[in-house]
């Protein structure tokens, strides 16, 4: 039982490395991007890598995710094909993407966008290639090499982030130049040191429709209504405040989520860390203990987490966050609450990893989607940004709710939901008082008590816990 603890925390720990060092130090240099980008500016980055990041996985079939999948404990043949496959589908979409920017640009669709077309290519074609690879590697179970090709990132973002936008002073052109770099390094990185050439069969590549090809697909296809209801969840929102409030009060908006991106870094470094768990240590003796512990362990981690940064919320946008971007500190303890849903709905996911069964995690994320784009509309009418950070976690709530559903019927947890339940009115009212208690005094002995009763629901929990450990 140790050795399953052991292989989750290590593989956490490498990529705690590769992760999180990268998106703190996003999270450091917001300071740098909010006090010489406009809002305008920003909220133009944020639109079209948004976009980006919706399309990699649409154009490319979402085959990414399937290389994982079907690359895990499989024999050097076998990843061969795994990994031409995804090359041929990958390089696909690069040259797919490609013919819709030329296209765009010629009947000027979007053509306040059209000066950026180098700058999205070199950026869909990095982040196409670094996930594909990083999944890959991921799947030979080189997570050590994941974690130095993430402090690469880390590096080499740094660097050009300086290089361009305070010696070249290339603002939001810069800006891309940079992310698009920051990829590309640590992907060579990753080819090198893998050997990845070794994993090519021209081939398969050139061949048509293959059996394993047809077995990854059908895994994969699923996956990209989740994609979509993701970004429909996470972005969406972006969208409808543009509309219908303008491109600078996006940017505060979307400057809102950079404090939220502190949960984000820790539920990423989890969840690939507990996939590859999932998926070796499914239908092993006493897997249903190990993925009780697991999620109840988390479940505690990200209540802290969210209950701390909550409270701190205004001290920490007032350090980060310059000039009207301040502004943006009212939506973030809302959004920090939708990534504690995700984090618990990602981490229940690992069951339908584990499975192969996408289509109900898809069913999940595309209620989600709808729920987020109907509240979207209604509620940024009414309330602003402010609407759009609600509906986001509502549907991130649904999401979490459909998931636990699901996976009661392939393995019972017996989970203590109804105190999680409680832990999230908690934080719920947390929000509310940070937002609407003006009173120093009073927001401060309010706080107090929330926090307490939130420590005792968590001792509880991690009575029940030991108790089970020791059964």
Known sequence: ???????????TGLLFISNFTSKILVFFLVPLYTSILTTAE??????????????????????????????????????RLTFSIGLKYTLFSIVLFIAIVMIGKQIKIFESYTQFCLEVILLFSAYGFYNFITQFARGIDDVSGIAISGVISTVVMLSFNILFLMVFDWKIHGFFFAMGFSMIVPTAYLIMRDKIWNYITYKDILAGSLPKEKEMLNYALPLIFITLSWHINNVSDRYVVTLLCGISANGIYSVSYKLPAILNAVQTVFIQA????????YRSEKSVMFY???????????????????????????ILFSNDFYNAWVYVPVLLLSVVFNTMSGAIGGVFSATKQSKKMATSAITGAIVNTFLNFLLVYQLGPMGAAIATVVSSGVIWIMRMKAASKIINLNLNLSLHIFQYILLIIQIVVRIRVGDIFTHILIQIVLISIIVITIIEELKQIRKEGNR
């Open 1 to 11: 039982m140790k050795e399953k603890y052991k292989y989750l925390l290590k593989n």
């Open 292 to 318: 009780k512990v697991i999620y109840q362990g988390y479940q505690i981690i990200m209540v802290i987490l969210c209950s701390l940064l909550i409270i701190g919320t205004k001290v920490i946008s007032r």
């Open 274 to 281: 507990w996939q590859l768990s999932a998926i070796k240590e």
């Open 42 to 79: 920003y909220g133009t980055y944020d639109l079209l890598y948004s976009i980006i990041q919706m399309m990699v996985p649409v154009l490319s079939l979402n085959i990414i995710d399937a290389v994982m999948r079907f690359t895990i404990g499989e024999d050097f043949d076998s990843q």
